[in-house]
């Protein structure tokens, strides 16, 4: 009985910040992106898995000077994950995707972790047929479906 009470009270102060654990609900402000390499393939954009879930999407075209071809800047939909909110913004350069940037993602080491393996894929690939990420799957299919939805709205 003399342990018994002393057990009980380090237990009990042990599982107080397993009780309190909360997620983190917030979307990293930070944005990740990265450029082509130069030696980047020029394949079209691939047909893929269609979207599901999505709620928003639009696009801007801005021209370049002098070079007779135009870049495209198409948002694809934003999917609400258990992890939180994907949402990729892609750039075009005729039918060669050029860069892709993430506009909204779930603050969490493993997703941070993924973005730039998911953006080199993307940019390997020229579509959305990538495999998803080993820690990271949920973020993994959301990104993918949103890049597909872009892809989808440019054609």
Do not use: C
């Given at each position: 009985?003399k ?9 009990v102060?042990a599982l ?8 983190s609900?917030?979307?990293s ?5 990265v ?27 801005t021209g ?17 994950t258990e ?22 993602q779930?603050?969490h080491?493993?997703t ?21 990420v080993?820690?990271a ?19």
């Amino acid at each position: 009985m003399k342990r018994a009470i002393p057990v009980l009270v380090v237990s009990v102060a042990a599982l107080i910040p397993v009780w309190r654990y909360a997620p983190s609900a917030e979307t990293s402000s930070s944005s990740t992106e990265v450029a082509a390499p130069a030696s980047t393939p020029s394949a079209a954009a691939s047909s893929g898995s269609g979207s599901s879930g999505s709620s928003d999407s639009g696009s801007s075209d801005t021209g370049s000077s002098g070079s007779g071809t135009s870049n495209q800047v198409i948002a694809g939909s934003t999917l609400n994950t258990e992890k939180g909110p994907v949402q990729v913004e892609v750039t075009f350069e005729g039918d060669t995707i050029s860069s892709v940037r993430m506009l909204q993602q779930p603050n969490h080491p493993q997703t941070e972790a993924a973005v730039p393996k998911l953006i080199e894929e993307t940019l390997e690939a020229q579509s959305a047929d990538i495999d998803t990420v080993s820690g990271a799957t949920i973020t993994s299919e959301g990104y993918v479906e949103s890049l597909q939805a872009a892809i989808d709205a440019k054609s």
